[in-house]
Every structure is written in structure tokens, then in C-alpha cells.
């Protein structure tokens, strides 16, 4: 298996992953948490979502899913392209509110499909372009595909964890 194959497989994990958090979930147990200032399910995943699109929108050169439609008002939040939930506060986490658990998954099935589409389409040598300096070494496309993965599966875990707490 090439590296486009794997990267595929490992992206293709991720949306079962999400819906053993989240499916079936009312609004109401998608915005609780362990106890005050924890992150939610519901943020876990929109977190997980949000920074799977930033970073893959960035290597593609192209805008955002979330800013190219009504994402943001679905999770009671403004369509602002740089907003992740890296430095969240408690309060920031609190303010993000989903629908409905259709709406993580709707939002992370439409990054999904974009990623997994823009990955066939790569060729080795771009898997190996280094599309960021400020690291020692400097991280490749597909260094960077593996992160973003590899936060993907994190979050998606915690998330699954997290259920298992519902009162």
C-alpha cells in the first residue's frame, strides 16, 4: 500500500469513529461536560471538525467548508475562519452549542469527502512538499496529513470517552 492508501484508510476510520460519540445524542448531552470547564462532546468533535477543515482548506489553497455555508450559526457560533478552539476558555468552549449531533456529522462528512477526494489526487512528490518552515524539520504534506489525522482519532477518542460519563 502506497501512502495515499494509507492515508485514506486512516481517514476513512474517522467518521465511525465520530458517530460512536455522537449518534443518537440529544443538544442537551452534546454540550454537557464532566464537570465545569471541561470540554463537551459536542465541542470535542466541532473542535476535531474545525481544525481538520483549517488545515486541509490551507494545503489546498481554498476557503474553508465552514465559512462557504451556514456551519457556524448550526453550532450558535459567527462564521470566522481562524476561530478552531485552540486557546478556548471555558466560556469559548461553553458558547459552542450544536443543533443536533446531524450537525457534527453533516459538517465533518463534508470535510471528510473534500479530504479524501483532494488525497487521491496528490502524487508523491507533493506528499513530500514542505508546507511549513517553522518546524524543526520542516513538515511535509503528508506530515501534516498525518497530524491532522492523528487529532482527528485524539478528539474522536476523548469525545467517546466523554459519552461513557453521561449521567
Same mark, same amino acid.
Given at each position: 500500500m502506497d501512502a495515499k492508501g494509507v492515508l485514506e484508510e486512516a481517514f476513512g476510520r474517522v467518521p465511525d469513529l465520530i458517530d460512536t460519540a455522537i449518534g443518537?445524542?440529544?443538544p442537551e448531552q452534546l454540550h454537557w461536560a464532566p464537570k465545569p470547564g471541561a470540554n463537551s462532546i459536542g465541542w470535542l468533535i466541532w473542535h476535531l471538525t474545525r481544525v481538520h477543515d483549517h488545515h486541509v482548506a490551507e494545503l489546498m489553497g481554498s476557503e474553508q467548508i465552514y465559512v462557504g455555508g451556514d456551519w457556524a450559526?448550526?453550532?450558535?457560533?459567527?462564521?470566522?475562519?481562524?476561530?478552531?478552539? =485552540?486557546?478556548?476558555?471555558?466560556?469559548?468552549v461553553a458558547a459552542v452549542v450544536p443543533e443536533s449531533a446531524a450537525a457534527l456529522t453533516e459538517y465533518y462528512r463534508a470535510v471528510h469527502e473534500r479530504t479524501v477526494n483532494f488525497v487521491r489526487g496528490l502524487t508523491e512528490a507533493e506528499l513530500d512538499r514542505i508546507v511549513d518552515r517553522r518546524w524543526d524539520p520542516p513538515v511535509t504534506m503528508g506530515v501534516?496529513?498525518?497530524?491532522? =489525522?492523528?487529532?482527528?482519532?485524539?478528539?474522536?477518542?476523548q469525545?467517546? =470517552?466523554?459519552?461513557?460519563l453521561l449521567p
Open positions: 443518537g445524542l440529544s450559526g448550526r453550532f450558535g457560533l459567527k462564521p470566522d475562519p481562524s476561530e478552531t478552539g =485552540y486557546a478556548h476558555t471555558a466560556a469559548d501534516r496529513l498525518v497530524s491532522v =489525522y492523528d487529532d482527528c482519532a485524539q478528539h474522536a477518542g469525545a467517546a =470517552y466523554v459519552r461513557g
